[in-house]
């Protein structure tokens, strides 16, 4: 496909810095830029779409990881062992990705929404401070399968994954909204990292488009990873309330025939 026009590629960074932005304070910056990139490229494939998405993303992630563990310092006994899995599972997913329609995932993630969704909302006091639920290695195991199953999820198609890591590591492992978004953060990393690793040798990547959209996303990501921090517990579960209401719209609206 050709290269796109200025204005394209303008929209495109704009949509990029908005998903650095929501992707580094709770998570699902695909849900902005996987859509931006579909109706800005209507000539690239799904790999291709896919394979520049992840370039953008890993530059935000890149940078809000960064700023997380500098400021949060999570512990690197979860972060470690939740990292590698999440970079394994990714992989897998990133292999079967053009096996797998969307129309499979929709259904499911929109159930998986509503559920976490509700249950956020249900449960005030969920995420205000940390309360670890398991200790030693079935801590660790827990960290590794919600890893691995999340970056699965995110190899083979993406979109609301680190919100699904911030609601795991909140509900399952017992972390508070704002060490879980540093720890889902560098989760995230390491899914892109894994999809590229797959992606890049099949020639998938559209360079300039994803290198301009990642400039975008890095800005974005440094700015959400800074607000998040400055703000706090209690502004992250906010957001991530809204985040997760916008998705259950857009996704609802995909599954029911809206859009």
């Known amino acids: 496909m050709g290269d796109p026009s200025a204005t394209v590629l303008a929209l495109l960074a704009l949509a990029g810095l908005t998903a650095g932005f929501v992707d580094a304070v709770v998570g699902g910056g695909g849900l902005v ?26 530059c935000g992630t890149s940078v ?126 390491a899914t892109n990292l894994g999809a590229l690793v797959i992606f890049v040798p099949q020639d998938g990547v559209l360079w300039k488009v994803g290198l301009v959209m990642g400039a975008a996303n890095l800005v974005g990501g440094y700015v959400g990873a800074r607000t998040a921090v400055a703000r706090g517990t209690r502004f992250v579960r906010v957001f991530f309330i809204v985040v997760v209401s916008a998705f259950i719209v857009r996704i609802g609206g995909d599954v029911l025939g809206v859009w």
């Open 33 to 58: 830029q996987l859509p931006a990139l579909l109706l800005g490229l209507p000539g690239a494939s799904p790999l291709q779409v896919l394979a520049t998405n992840k370039l953008a993303s890993i």
């Open 64 to 189: 809000s990881s960064t700023t997380y563990y500098r400021r949060v310092r999570p512990d690197p006994r979860t972060f470690v062992p939740l990292m590698l899995l999440a970079f394994l599972g990714s992989m897998v997913g990133a292999v079967v990705a053009s096996q797998l329609p969307r129309s499979a995932f929709d259904p499911i993630v929109l159930v998986v929404l509503v559920v976490v969704g509700t249950y956020v909302v249900l449960t005030p006091k969920l995420g205000q401070q940390t309360v670890l639920r398991f200790s030693g290695h079935r801590h660790t195991a827990a960290a590794m399968a919600t890893g691995l199953v999340i970056g699965f999820y995110d190899g083979a198609l993406g979109p609301g994954t680190g919100s699904f890591f911030v609601f795991t590591l909140v509900g399952l492992l017992g972390y508070d909204f704002l060490e879980s978004s540093a720890k889902a953060r560098m989760a995230n990393w």
